[in-house]
């Protein structure tokens, strides 16, 4: 691997390289010393066009756990407000000989971009574009159900895959690369997924991915289910109504405390309900949920940063394999880090 | 002659092949230099106070099994899984940068923890001593030992920093392009016998 961009083009070799590797890595927090010296000397920038609390921490706590050297750029209070573009501020990047690059930024594409133009030499981390993906969450969120599956299962997680769990992927599934990574990663590694949401949000050619799609949560619910993932509506993205009411919607698609219950009546003991956050409480899922044993909410934030640590280690360790990600143009591959 | 490539009754015994290889260690020759090897660690630490057997992925770690097991053997108040872990070492390596990507393995430590304790380093085949100075800075994010001691199935030579083994199974004189090869029965597969093989480099 040498970028990790999207989901869809990640290998099931790769995928359960970053979940196993990710899984030694959560062994790290539990040290004396909550530090690894694998990255010492390598410089990791957080680069953020867009507001993130847990994805940014997360990546930082990660690449501080690795020894890396981190720089974090945010777009607001910097040149950007000024009207530089990706490419200027990425050569800046570049000329501070940056190893990584993590970036979210509001356009669908823009990591793609900086990967493949041969602008900079670093490798690159999705970490969210626009509606298009957001590769380390669905990891993550992977790695939360892969602990689960594998204690409901007996196997070892190290090595094992999702097959044959029932996923559903509830909510604002139009404006969720959450929902876009996770169905093709779900898909790659074995599980059965399928979307619920209500038909003004879901996109056009939802029918074409690898996935089942409902519009009624209930009738999933009773079919039998082994996690249940909320999405977040995304309001500020929302420049539509695409629901009567914030009260409608949670009574229809919102995981409440009836539905909480109704799991229990189902005798769905093991049914996990997950959150990639940040969460409001009370429209897409109710409090009575969110802190309820089912809860994985703040697991997937502590696996969060193992599975960002694994695939820190993963590009920046070794000479990287060529992968099938868009050919990189004739340019130096990082053989000799010589500066002139 | 060689014109016709039909099998002839050729002993499988002709060393002439392209990449040839012989047996230096049987399995009972490992089985041996272990039992010295657990005397040693014995006569070594004065008696089996505090002492902990940590084996370096992959091959270490079955070894220092076995030791432990060896351990019990002479002194039963030992418990051979409650002083036997498994160290990685991976994170700690320098050639992280120049290496394809090594995949992490886990690191096991027995409950009782490494601080105040004799921890010795079991692994396969000394050679550089880079994998030993990566244990040691492992150890050090460990905890705190009394003493670490190294002991290997094979020194074979070649030291690029200044590291010696405790114990020794057996001293191997190789050129650095012959490669050593340890097969040992709970990583190669069940049915492997264990060995030692040197092979020539390519």
Redesign the interface.
């Given at each position: 691997m040498r970028h990790l961009l999207d989901t869809e083009s990640l290998g099931r070799d790769n995928a359960i390289?970053i979940l196993?590797?990710a899984q030694?890595?959560s062994?790290v927090g539990e040290?004396?010393?909550k530090?690894?010296?694998?990255l010492r000397g390598r410089t990791v920038v957080n680069l953020f066009f867009e507001d993130s609390t847990r994805t940014r921490i997360s990546f930082e706590a990660a690449a501080k756990r690795?020894s890396a050297d981190v720089i974090n750029f945010s777009a607001k209070g910097s040149s950007v407000s000024k009207g530089e573009s990706l490419k200027d501020t990425a050569q800046t990047l570049e000329a501070m000989s940056a190893d990584a690059v993590v970036i979210r930024h509001w356009a669908s594409g823009a990591p793609a971009r900086l990967a493949t133009s041969g602008w900079i030499d670093a490798a690159v981390i999705n970490a969210g574009d626009g509606t298009h993906a957001h590769p380390t969450q669905a990891l993550l969120d992977a790695f939360t159900m892969r602990t689960h599956w594998a204690r409901l299962t007996g196997t070892p997680s190290v090595g094992g895959d999702l097959a044959g769990m029932r996923v559903l992927i509830v909510g604002d599934v139009l404006h969720s690369r959450v929902a876009r990574s996770n169905v093709w990663l779900l898909r790659t590694l074995g599980a059965r997924v399928t979307l619920v949401a209500p038909p003004t949000l879901l996109p056009v050619g939802v029918e074409h991915w690898p996935c089942e799609v409902s519009y009624d949560l209930d009738a999933t619910l009773e079919a039998g289910v082994d996690a249940v993932m909320m999405l977040r509506v995304q309001a500020e993205r929302m420049k539509a109504s695409f629901f009567p009411s914030a009260r409608e919607y949670a009574r229809r698609w919102g995981f409440d405390d009836a539905r909480l219950a109704r799991l229990d009546a189902l005798a769905l003991k093991d049914t996990i309900v997950m959150h990639p956050g940040p969460m409001n409480r009370g429209l897409e899922i109710s409090s009575g949920a969110a802190d309820s044993p089912r809860s994985t909410v703040l697991d997937q934030v502590r696996n969060g940063v193992s599975v960002r640590m694994a695939a820190l280690?993963?590009l920046l360790?070794?000479?990287?394999?060529a992968v099938p990600t868009p050919a990189l143009p004739a340019f130096a591959q990082p053989a000799a880090k010589d500066h002139p | 002659m060689a014109s016709t490539p039909a099998p002839s009754g050729q002993s499988p015994s002709s060393a002439a092949t392209p990449n040839s290889s012989r047996t230096v260690l049987s399995a009972a020759d490992i089985d041996r230099a272990l039992t010295r090897i657990a005397y040693e660690i014995l006569e070594a630490n004065k008696g089996s106070a505090n002492l902990l057997l940590l084996g370096i992925p992959r091959r270490g770690f079955p070894l220092a099994q076995r030791l432990a097991a060896k351990l019990a053997a002479t002194d039963p108040s030992i418990d051979p899984a409650a002083i036997t872990g498994q160290l990685d070492v991976t994170m700690f390596r320098d050639d992280l940068a120049h290496q394809p990507t090594r995949a992490p393995q886990r690191t096991e430590l027995p409950a009782t923890g490494i601080d105040g304790k004799v921890v010795v380093l079991v692994d396969d085949v000394l050679y550089s001593g880079r994998t030993i100075r990566a244990a040691l800075d492992a150890l050090v994010d460990l905890g705190r030992p009394q003493a670490v001691r190294l002991a290997v199935l094979v020194d074979r030579g070649h030291r690029e920093l200044p590291i010696r083994a405790d114990h020794v199974g057996k001293n191997l004189p190789t050129s650095s392009s012959e490669k050593v090869r340890v097969r040992l029965a709970e990583i190669d597969g069940p049915g492997t016998a264990d060995e030692v093989v040197i092979e020539a480099g390519a």
């Open positions: 390289a196993d590797t030694e890595m062994a040290r004396e010393v530090k690894l010296p694998a690795l280690y993963l360790s070794g000479d990287m394999k | -």
